[in-house]
């Protein structure tokens, strides 16, 4: 059976990889479940599939945006983590380990505080939008060529 794009497999990367170099878990924004121990990052796949090429279905390339947002207690806290892995998703390391994982940083927007008011105090937090250009393993079954056309009249 073909599988196109596998978003999990993708994400399950991008966390294994913020874990080893900032020691802070990825979870998905609006989840259902306790909230975890600050700081934390959550992500929304905001934009899933922009198209970068025409009629193409087998091992199409597309893009996709990610919004990134962590959340600390500290606003100070959040600019300056969000900053460091802004710069880090920028950084040429950073961009080759992804590339031997097919998956290519095209732009990082500046970090910016994304604070939220709940209830009597606010929820510390900062953020940013990655575009990953990745390749879809679809490919399509081998379609019958027609050689010839008889009609009758």
């Known amino acids: 059976m073909n599988q196109s794009f596998n978003y999990r497999k993708f994400i399950d990367k991008i966390a294994m990889l913020l874990k080893v170099n900032f020691q802070l878990s990825l979870i998905e924004s609006n ?9 934390f990052i959550t992500y929304t796949i905001t934009s899933p599939y922009i198209a970068t090429t025409q009629d193409i279905v087998d091992n199409e390339t597309f893009e996709m945006v990610v919004s990134f947002t962590l ?4 606003t ?5 983590t969000s900053g460091s892995i802004n710069k880090w998703f920028r950084s ?3 961009r080759l380990v992804l590339a031997k994982e097919g998956v290519v940083v095209v732009k990082v927007t500046n970090s910016g505080s994304r ?9 510390r937090m900062a953020g940013f939008d990655v575009r990953f250009r990745v390749t879809d393993q679809y490919k399509g079954e081998e379609v019958e060529e027609i050689n010839a056309v008889q009609i009758d009249y």
């Open 31 to 39: 989840s259902i479940g306790e909230q975890l121990d600050f700081p």
């Open 71 to 74: 959340h600390t207690r500290s």
């Open 76 to 80: 100070l806290d959040a600019l300056n």
């Open 92 to 94: 040429d390391n950073t």
């Open 115 to 123: 604070d939220n008011f709940v209830s009597v105090d606010y929820e």
